[in-house]
C-alpha cells in the first residue's frame, strides 16, 4: 500500500509517543511481588506492553485468567504511586511531529490498551488535548488489540474511513490491528519490539525513528 495515501494516522501511546517501559515493568514487577505471583523476568513483563492490563495474567501464567481482576487493580493502585518518582518522556521527534502534521491538516487519534482515564492525564501533561481528534483507551473497547474495535470506533467516531487511515505502533498487537480493521499499517523499531519481531506481522512499514514517519507526510 502507499503510506502517502493515508488521510488520517492512528498512534498506539506506550512504546509508540511515549517511553513508558521503565515505569510499566517496575509497576508490573511491583504487582507479582505484592501478589506473590511467580516471578518474571523484565523481558517477559515488557513483551505484554500493548495487552489490557486484564489479558496479561493469562499470558504470563498458564491458568492466570482467575486473575485478571485482582491483577489490574493491584497494577493501577500501584502504578498511581510509582508514576510520580518515574518520570515519562515522549520519544526524540514526537512532540514537534504531532504538531506538524496538524499543521498540514492530518486527523490524528491514539488507540491505546491503557484506561482513557491514565490517557487523559497523560495527553493533558503533554499539552496534545488540541493535537487529537479521538482518544480510545482498553476500557473504550468490547474486544482490545489484535482485534479492530479501537480502529473501528474512531472512525464510526469521526467519519473517518479505515482503508485511508495509516495504524502506527511497536507491538505485533498493533499492526494486527490495523490488518484487521483494513487499514494501512507502521511499526515503529524504537518502542517495545525489534524490527525482527514487527516483521513477523507484516506492517506495510517500519520505520526506526519517529521523524521518518513525519517526513513522509510533511
Known sequence: MEIKKAKNLIFDFDGTLVDTAPLIVSTMQATIREMGLPPKSDEECRATIGLRLEEIPSVLWNGGEGLSTKFAATYRRL???LKRPIKVECFAGVDEGLRKLRAHGYGIAIASSRSHK???EYVS??????LLDAVIGGNDVEHGKPAPDAVYVICNRLGWNPEECLVTGDAIYDILMGKN???????VAYGNQTREQLMCANPDWIVDKFNELVSKFV
Open 118 to 120: 491514565s490517557l487523559d
Open 125 to 130: 501533561d503533554f499539552g496534545w488535548g488540541g
Open 79 to 81: 502504578f498511581d504511586e
Open 181 to 187: 480493521a483494513g487499514s494501512m499499517t507502521c511499526g
